[in-house]
């Protein structure tokens, strides 16, 4: 009996499991997440935590921040690349450690099933683009291109002047819990203002206009890639509009591309002249994929910058290329 005793107490810290005061110690970090993130970087970190006590014994984090790279490995062959990289975001977000230290599978765009023309939602009526109860919301996904789930946020308040005087789309709460400004093209500023005609608080859209299975990430995708032609025709054609452009994402970075510490403190991230310099080049089966479809293996940085912050609000031209730009 005084074996067992001594037993319980080995594994418990505070009263609590080791496991139970692991997961606890995770939630300052996790606190600082949008609703979502929250909710699946609870999964991913509570799934490392496991690994780390049924494989390795590990009662403290320090121990666990030992092996993250056999982590990696163990979920080679049991999750697709993407997967992977997911389930590492959350536990280098929590330790601190940047993802490119750890070894782990590269993601190739080939290997995506979302947005692909053969997922099967085709054959749904409530995925018919040419519904004409859907005709709105997907006419002004053509021109804009915000999440299905921002959609939905849209007030006739929300169409504003960014900090270069364009006519832009607030985003509420989105990505990441984070507000975000999606511009709108010169051409389409005209047609657009016509949504936002409603009361300050009214919504843009009606629920009905938007019950429905319509793949918006992939009219998103088409619009991407109809700004990057936009601005590459401007750099190559307008003198002076490659600096000027330059100038615009620098003060949209330093406005906008920050980060939350887990003590809550909001600090800016720093700007990578490199984001903006030179030539974006696809390679491996990425590269495959692009050529099988008849889409560009070399994307301008410079253009492919302003698709990713101010149309993506994404902050990363890879992702732009990969999750975007390369859809079919």
């Known amino acids: 009996m005084k074996g ?4 319980i107490k080995q594994n418990k810290v505070r009263g609590k499991s080791i496991t139970r ?8 970090f996790l606190s600082t997440k949008s609703f979502g993130t929250q909710k ?3 999964k991913w970190l509570d ?17 666990c921040f030992m092996h993250i790279q056999d982590y990696s490995g163990y979920l080679q062959g049991k999750y697709s690349a993407s997967t992977i990289h997911s389930y590492l975001a959350a536990v280098c977000g929590f330790y601190n450690v940047p993802m490119d230290l750890i070894a782990k599978p ?8 979302k947005s692909r023309s053969d997922n099967g939602k085709k054959f749904r009526a409530d995925n018919n683009i040419d519904n004409p109860r859907y005709e709105r919301s997907v006419a002004f996904q053509r021109v804009v291109g915000i999440r299905a789930s921002e959609l939905t ?7 504003v002047t960014d900090e270069s005087g364009h006519l832009c789309v607030f985003v509420k709460n989105g990505k990441g819990g984070k507000d975000s400004l ?15 005609k409603v ?8 629920p009905i206009e938007l019950s429905n299975s319509i793949d918006y990430h992939h009219i998103r995708a088409e619009n991407a890639k109809r700004c990057y032609e936009y601005y590459l025709n401007k750099i190559n054609n307008e003198e002076g509009y490659a600096e000027k452009l330059a100038d615009e994402i620098r003060l949209r970075w330093k406005l906008y591309c920050t980060k939350k510490l887990p003590d809550g403190t909001i600090v800016h991230k720093p700007f990578d002249e490199k984001l903006i310099k030179g030539t974006y080049k696809i390679r491996s089966k990425n590269k495959e994929l692009a050529i099988e479809y008849g889409l560009p293996t070399e994307y301008n940085n410079l253009a492919l910058a302003a698709v990713s912050i101010f149309h993506l609000a994404h902050w990363r031209n890879n992702v732009s290329v990969q999750s975007y730009l390369l859809s079919h």
């Open 4 to 7: 067992l005793i001594n037993a």
């Open 21 to 28: 005061q692991l997961r606890d110690e995770t939630e300052a």
């Open 40 to 42: 699946n970087y609870r």
């Open 47 to 63: 799934a490392y935590i496991k690994y780390c006590r049924e494989h390795h014994n590990c009662k403290t984090h320090d121990e």
């Open 106 to 113: 590269i993601r190739h765009t080939a290997e995506y099933t």
């Open 153 to 159: 946020k849209l007030e006739g308040r929300d169409l």
């Open 182 to 196: 999606q511009r709108i093209l010169p051409e389409d500023e005209v047609f657009i203002s016509e949504y936002f």
């Open 199 to 206: 009361g300050e608080k009214e919504k843009v859209f009606q």
